[in-house]
């Protein structure tokens, strides 16, 4: 007994799909972040401390949700954003 024509690749696709579908179930669900940006701005001590540890270990928790908050934090407290900063005054020509 054979196969119907076109079965036999619907049978693969099939099974692609479903290899594919579990791997995908069984994968790590992302980290949350336990503080926000906004709190990393108010809380110096905490944003010193957490990018102490992000930098001193970058390769397992450096890319972690946290790290990218404290590092957002602390770029709009460096710079700030440049919609708040004041013109430049720059000499007149002469």
């Known amino acids: ?3 119907r024509p076109g079965a036999r690749s619907v049978r693969i696709s099939l099974g692609i799909v479903v290899t594919a579908i579990s791997t995908v179930g069984c994968a790590p669900a992302p980290d949350e972040a336990q503080h926000t940006v906004d709190e990393y701005r ?3 001590q905490l ?3 957490t990018l102490a540890r992000c930098a ?4 397992s928790v450096g890319t972690s949700a946290d790290c ?3 590092r957002e934090a602390a770029r709009e407290l460096g710079v700030g954003s440049l919609r708040r900063l004041a013109p430049l005054q720059l000499p007149s020509k002469p």
């Open 42 to 44: 108010q809380n110096a």
């Open 56 to 59: 001193n270990d970058p390769g």
């Open 1 to 3: 007994m054979g196969f």
């Open 47 to 49: 944003r010193a401390e």
């Open 68 to 70: 990218v908050n404290v």
